[in-house]
């Protein structure tokens, strides 16, 4: 796959850091409207930090890999080598008749991705999970 900005890092505060600086630099050199550089934050924030905590069962040294592509929004592909996890099949199950104060803990940040975001993908790959992710002006 052919990225404006391929990246990866460790799956560590240090690294999730890194990734962070890396796109607000490059929203910023680009132009991008900040809207979508801020919502593309926090997604890539609360992915980032799911690898760690629930993929990767903390910190580590393995890989989380960021590609973006820039255009009209933002294409993000967030992959890591973490157990498979369908955070879009969970999404389109999830209980809606409670509020976000009654759900169990865990559940509200995937509903974060998917409420800032135009399109989320989900896609395994052999050893991990990608996840596509498109952000639209609104």
Known sequence: MSADLDLIVPATTRGLQSALQT??????????????????????EELFTNTIKYGYGGECERRVRLALNFGSGLTIVLE?????????????????????S?????QAGIALVFGLSSSVDYRPLPAGNRMTIVIEPR
Do not use: M
Request: proline residues 8%; neutral net charge.
């Open 23 to 44: 796109l607000e630099e490059s929203c910023a050199a680009r132009r991008v409207q900040a809207d979508i550089s801020a919502r593309a934050r926090v997604i890539i």
């Open 80 to 100: 890591d080598e973490a157990c498979p996890f369908d955070p879009a099949a969970w999404h389109a199950r999830r209980d809606t008749s409670k509020l976000p």
């Open 102 to 106: 009654e759900r169990p803990a865990g």
